[in-house]
């Protein structure tokens, strides 16, 4: 009997070594990279302090990944969640050929964004690519763009391609939970003369709350870590319409080998992160609260 709590522990010894290898280790070696003076390949650092947050505080470029965070995420989520819960609601009622419909609109989820990315590169392209080739076919000359070199259309294509591929996902998390919501609430609320519209609004959408925190939290942190797209679609640019943390710290780290800096950033983006969270502990919380009440 004594050697049972042991035993428990030799069992979650090697997931606790990864998590302390993997996740905690990168996390403390970037925070004290963060005050020295170092270019990434020399075997002297020179410590700095505060000094590497200071500067990327007083960077301009700091305010505009920020802003590129907010209106990519706020827009991304909230986008992805209405066009993921209509077409949920419309292959709950199991339409013909619904099966069919949810495999072709969760296809863009399993394809890798690098792959995506090369594909609207092609298509977003000034010369050659097919939608200025259509718009020239139509005649509509007027309306071709340089679509990812212009800055105030670049964030718009990044945001558009993002909600082509990530719907799908959010079409798929609030179709499964709307299967789990008993049918009896529907047909009582259709006995009470309650038309779909209202049913929708008031048992739906309620009853789904969960899933618009997780999706709320995951678009949040997806927001935050997005790199492939910026990256080889617009490098950041033009003038930073596209920069990210992710951009920002790939340039810092292996381009300027500011590797401080780059440390710097990415306990920023940490800090980010760890907000995120906890709203989403505090939402999570909130909801298991309202549950406890309604139940007693």
């Not at 706020?74 to 419909?101: D, N, P, W």
């Not at 964004?113 to 080739?133: A, D």
């Not at 939290?217 to 930073?240: E, Q």
């Not at 780059?262 to 980010?272: D, G, H, L, Q, R």
């Amino acid at each position: 009997m004594k050697n049972k709590p042991l035993t428990g522990y030799l069992f979650i010894l090697p997931l606790a070594l990864l998590f302390l290898v993997f996740i905690v280790y990168p996390i403390v070696y970037n925070g004290v990279i963060s005050f020295y003076d170092w270019n990434g390949i020399s075997l002297t650092k020179t410590f700095t302090g505060w000094s590497n947050y200071k500067k990327v505080f007083a960077d301009p470029v700091l305010k505009r990944i920020l802003l590129n965070f907010l209106i990519f995420g706020v827009s991304t989520i909230l986008i992805q969640a209405f066009l993921g819960i209509m077409y949920a609601s419309f292959f709950i009622r199991k339409l013909r050929f619904s099966g069919l419909y949810r495999i072709f609109l969760y296809m863009p989820v399993i394809i890798t964004p690098t792959i995506i990315s090369s594909i609207f590169g092609k298509i977003l392209e000034y010369n050659q690519g097919s939608l200025n080739q259509l718009l020239r076919f139509a005649g509509l000359d007027f309306l071709t763009r340089q679509w990812l070199a212009d800055p105030n259309l670049a964030l718009v294509c990044l945001i558009v391609i993002n909600i082509w591929q990530w719907t799908g996902y959010s079409m798929l998390i609030y179709y499964a939970n709307m299967l789990n919501i008993p049918q009896d609430l529907y047909e009582a609320a259709t006995i009470d003369g309650a038309s779909p519209f209202q049913q929708f609004f008031r048992i739906t959408l309620p009853l789904l709350r969960s899933t618009h925190f997780t999706l709320f939290v995951m678009g949040a942190l997806g927001s935050l870590k997005c790199f492939d797209l910026p990256y080889i679609l617009t490098r950041g640019g033009p003038n930073y319409a596209t920069e990210f943390f992710s951009t920002s710290i790939y340039r810092k780290s292996f381009e300027l080998f500011d590797q401080g800096g780059a440390s710097a950033t990415v306990m920023i983006m940490f800090a980010v992160a760890l907000l995120i969270t906890a709203v989403q502990m505090r939402l999570y919380m909130r909801n298991d609260k309202e549950k406890e009440l309604a139940s007693t």
